[in-house]
């Protein structure tokens, strides 16, 4: 079981840390994802941690968000800096066994996380 948290309203440029923290299972053991989904469309993938430490980001994030696990607390976190107005959208995190060739897609995940809303405002 997923469940994310840290969503909430800030002022453009400024920060979030979202994290996604497991029960019944070690998110090393996975590769684990963000993705979001913005009002009017369809979910899109943000970045992934593998579970043998791999990163990968969609490219609207890169430089910005960073995607990092913590072990010791079995949570996932994506910190989130220089927020856009377009960066508004429900943030699920997710759970696959997928090869790392496949992270970026989201039929290719079997456990998610009931989702966390962040909206920036400008």
């Known amino acids: 079981q997923l469940q994310a948290s840290g969503g909430g309203l800030v002022q453009a440029g400024g920060s979030l840390t979202l994290s996604c923290a497991a029960s019944g299972g070690t998110v090393r053991s996975y590769s684990m994802g963000w993705f979001r989904q913005a009002p009017g469309k369809d979910r899109e993938f943000v970045a992934a941690?593998?579970?043998?430490?791999?990163?990968k980001y969609t490219e609207a994030v890169k430089g910005r968000f960073t995607i990092s696990r913590d072990d010791a607390k079995n949570t996932v976190d994506l910190q989130m800096n220089s927020l856009k107005p377009e960066d508004t959208a429900v943030y699920y995190c997710?759970?696959?066994?997928?090869?790392?060739?496949?992270?970026?897609?989201?039929?290719?995940?079997?456990?998610w996380g009931q989702g966390t809303l962040v909206t920036v405002s400008s």
């Open positions: 997710a759970a696959t066994k997928t090869i790392w060739g496949r992270v970026t897609e989201e039929n290719s995940y079997i456990y």
């Open positions: 941690f593998g579970w043998s430490g791999n990163t």
